[in-house]
């Protein structure tokens, strides 16, 4: 691999004077008194990421990844993209599967395979030297509806779909989904129980687990 190719990878927060900032700091990138006015009623563009996420550069390209998904700036945001061969993590995304193809040994998580480099994992091409088990599922994306908005939810994420492809929104209070994260941790309030996943609450209910805000700020 040669230095173009190798990737480093720091790990953001998003706090509001920054978003604020990089809003600012797109400018042409919301010109149009349309975007503008979506903007403004607060629908999203994708001019977040989600918490936790990950910056990756392969040469001159910069991708932002976190639990598998990569993101790319778009249009009008940061919309989901392929994994880019050649980008480097430092940890492999949750619910990996290790696969040897004769002495060399692969990671794959859904379609996207990975390869231990001195840094972390490089995403490589599907290895062809063999036939291949058919990819352990990933999670499916779940429809959620918040009044008569779609979201769509995968492993504590939320998306919205737009014309320029599915970007990441904010957890939508309200919103119930079928399952939890699977890094969902406990967390007791008043004799009441929630569940917190990247600073997301959830309550659970008798319709399944209901996106709440955190109990003790209520």
């Known amino acids: 691999m040669n230095a173009n190719s190798r990737t480093l990878v720091s790990s953001h927060r998003f706090t509001p004077a920054a978003l604020v900032m990089a809003t600012l700091a797109a400018g042409a990138f919301f010109v149009t008194p349309q975007a503008r006015a979506e903007l403004h009623v607060g629908v999203s563009l994708g001019v977040e990421l989600p918490r936790g996420y990950s910056e990756v550069r392969v040469g001159r390209d910069r991708y932002y990844t976190q639990r598998g998904v990569f993101y790319q700036r778009g249009p009008r945001g940061y ?4 994994a880019p061969r050649g980008a480097i993590l430092r940890t492999l995304p949750p619910h990996y599967t290790r696969i040897y193809v004769g002495s060399a040994v692969y990671y794959r998580y859904g379609e996207v395979y990975y390869q231990p480099v001195r840094d972390g994992y490089v995403v ?6 063999q036939p291949m088990p058919p990819p352990r599922p990933v999670e499916e994306y779940q429809s959620v509806w918040v009044g008569k908005q779609e979201y769509l939810f995968k492993d504590g994420q ?8 599915m970007v990441w929104t904010p ?6 989904t079928g399952e939890l994260p699977s890094d969902a941790r406990s ?9 917190e996943s990247d600073e997301v609450y959830f309550h659970k209910t008798p319709a399944g687990y209901e996106v709440a805000a955190a109990p003790w700020k209520k």
């Open 187 to 195: 967390v007791w309030y008043q004799n009441e129980e929630y569940f």
């Open 124 to 129: 490589v091409d599907a290895p062809v030297a």
């Open 158 to 165: 939320f998306f919205m779909k737009t014309p320029d492809g």
């Open 171 to 176: 957890a939508p209070l309200g919103a119930m």
């Open 79 to 82: 919309v989901v993209v392929r």
